[in-house]
């Protein structure tokens, strides 16, 4: 696990981070319907509850939070990548050191579900678990999920193909959750949402369904 530590960012400087975020969350609130002020919200205040628990930078974790998904105000369907230059601009207007940014950006791209791995650092594991929360909150498959489709353009196929490739292994390998307690609390929700998607996977997979979907769409 990354030890590297980075100095501390002033509680002036994540003041005006949360500020410019919330004004662009607002100014694209239509765009972004899964990915709005309601989502950064959510996984700030976990990203902080678990960066205090496992002894991470917990300023800089609350800062990774904030700007870990403006590549959804950048391009719709889109990574991490595509959002450093407009995070990095973010960060630079509130002050944050140039070495500072760099490695808020490095831990974005550590906590990212796709590729994130056992030993990523604690910071970019506060993100991680906060993040993961929110997919598996049992609220989320049925009151977030079509906000997802519809604010990224993709199909129900390709959101179930992506939970289920993205995300299984993590569980089965251990490392759904880092924090154990976040483990404890939270897996059966984690399993449960898991199971749901494997399902969809597979009813898609039925002719009748399809056309069902194609009928009510």
């Known amino acids: 696990m990354s030890t590297v530590s980075a100095p501390t960012i002033t509680a002036q400087a994540v003041s005006a981070v949360e500020c ?33 628990r496992n002894g991470a930078d917990v300023a800089l974790v609350e800062v990774a939070a904030l700007v870990h998904d403006v590549n959804y105000m950048v391009r719709k369907n889109s990574l991490p990548v595509d959002g450093r230059q407009l995070r990095l601009s973010v960060l630079a207007g509130a002050g944050v050191p140039d070495t500072v940014a760099a490695r808020v950006d490095a831990v974005v791209e550590e906590a990212e579900m796709r590729t994130r791995h056992r030993h990523i650092s604690r910071e970019a594991q506060a993100l991680s678990d906060a993040d ?29 193909h992506k939970i289920v490739g993205e995300q299984q292994a993590k569980q089965d390998e251990g490392y759904y959750f880092y924090d154990p307690e976040a483990a404890a609390t939270y897996s059966r929700w984690a399993t449960a949402n898991l199971e749901l998607w494997h399902c969809i996977v597979e009813s898609l997979d039925d002719p009748t369904v399809d056309r069902l979907l194609a009928d009510v769409s």
């Open 132 to 160: 993961t929360l929110f997919k598996a909150l049992p609220v989320t498959p049925v009151v977030l999920a079509p906000k997802y489709l519809e604010e990224n353009g993709i199909t129900l196929r390709e959101l179930a």
């Open 20 to 52: 410019e975020v919330w004004r662009l969350c607002r100014t694209l609130a239509a765009k972004l319907q899964f990915h709005g002020w309601h989502h950064v919200s959510f996984v700030r205040d976990k990203a902080v509850g678990f960066a205090r």
